[in-house]
């Protein structure tokens, strides 16, 4: 898998809304770091004051990994 990062921006303002590097999304606010991994769609709303821009991310993990939470 290829170690490029990507990042996810809101459509309308360009905020950063959260990165993707090998097989995973993470999403960072303030002390809170969120990773996923596997198939999914997540619905993520901006933040930025006065744009609340509703950003849908169709996401497809292509490696095989355990669970985020497990060690």
């Not at 170690?3 to 950063?16: F, V």
């Not at 995973?24 to 609340?52: H, N």
């Amino acid at each position: 898998m290829s170690n490029e990062e990507w990042d996810i921006r809101c459509s309308a303002c360009g905020k950063l809304l959260a990165k993707a590097q090998e097989g995973l999304l993470t999403i960072q606010r303030g002390d809170l770091r969120a990773t996923f991994d596997g198939r999914f769609r997540a619905s993520i709303v901006c933040g930025r004051p006065g744009c609340g821009q509703k950003n849908v991310v169709l996401f497809v993990s292509h490696e095989l990994r355990s669970p985020a939470f497990e060690r």
